[in-house]
């Protein structure tokens, strides 16, 4: 019997059929988002509140139109403290700190529920990722609490991991990149119109930064490939997760070619939920995978990157 509940926020982007199927606790802890004209709701991961082509026609209208809130404490109370009612632990996976403010939340949420139930135990995973980026921690720690692991132990492994798990793929529409000051607006307009694409992974302090950019899908769908190459290790073991929003074709081509070529074990295609897709906007199509340890300075990447391009 499991010891320890694994907990996702809304912004990991695992649907219910896959949290049931790798046994992540059903309920998650929902972001809020906050709409136009006033209107306000909490992120729905299986999109009750509207379909996501109605959604990110919203979005799309103009950036930065939706705007997004991390869980409450409210929120947090009502999903961990039957957790901890039930005599059970809890590992629970937050949003990149670099890119929210959702890990210090919940830090000090967990340590406020705590004073009321002292023998147990709350592990907040700063997933240093976005989307479902952290939904493949999650699953990983779903496999390692299955082989017998203690809740230490897996926090202690999604701590040391979460710096092998890389991105690669494409985002089309740079007006989101401006909005969120990871490009200038000139750029983003201009870029736009050229066809120009960045191509993106994660820093160790938990951002998604451009390594460059290149001009056209058939370049930037020929470099991800080459990336994952490069950089993966033990592909063909690996359960690869494709999240797209509003790109639901590009992300079927990945998965042909990623098939082809790697032949992991499972490639599971992800949509971008209201939460993460606020501020991503349409147009994004990324998968994420094991590989070599990221550093600080980005040489490795940024060296693979460049071999590409230069080709």
Not at 74 to 100: H, N, Q, T
Not at 264 to 284: D, F, M, Q, R, Y
Request: aromatic share 10%; proline share 3%; with cysteine.
């Amino acid at each position: 019997m499991k010891n320890f509940e694994i907990v996702i926020d809304s912004s990991a982007d695992l649907n219910k059929e896959l949290r049931e199927r790798f046994d992540i606790y059903p309920e998650y802890l929902r972001g809020v988002i906050y709409l136009p004209e006033g209107k306000e709701q909490l992120a729905d991961l299986e999109w009750a509140n509207q379909s996501s082509a109605d959604y990110y026609k919203v979005v799309k209208s103009k950036p930065g139109i939706v705007h997004t809130a991390f869980p409450t404490a409210e929120e947090f109370v009502r999903v961990i403290e039957p957790i901890l009612k039930d005599g059970k632990d809890v590992l629970l996976f937050a949003m990149s700190s670099g890119m929210s403010g959702t890990y210090n939340s919940f830090k000090v949420n967990a340590d406020m529920l705590l004073e009321d139930y002292p023998e147990r135990k709350i592990a907040v995973v700063d997933s240093l990722k976005y989307s479902s980026a952290t939904g493949v921690l999650a699953i990983k720690a779903s496999e390692l609490r299955k082989e017998g692991k203690t809740l230490e132990e897996v926090a202690t492994i999604m701590n040391e991991i979460k710096f092998n798990l890389h991105e690669g793929g494409a985002m089309d529409d740079l007006r989101f990149l401006a909005a969120s000051g990871r490009l200038s607006f000139g750029k983003a307009f201009f870029g736009q119109m050229a066809g120009v694409q960045p191509f993106a992974d994660f820093t160790v302090d938990g951002k998604s930064v451009p390594l460059g950019t290149l001009k056209g899908a058939k370049l930037v769908d020929e470099c991800t490939l080459y990336y994952m190459e490069k950089l993966g290790e033990d592909l063909s073991n690996q359960t690869i997760l494709i999240a797209h929003s509003n790109r639901l074709e590009r992300a079927l081509k990945y998965k042909e070619a990623i098939q082809a070529k790697f032949n992991p074990k499972e490639i599971i295609i992800t949509e971008v939920g209201e939460s993460c897709g606020a501020n991503i906007g349409p147009g994004l199509c990324c998968f994420f995978f094991y590989g070599k340890k990221m550093e600080a300075d980005r040489a490795l990447e940024t060296a693979v990157f460049t071999e590409y391009k230069g080709k």
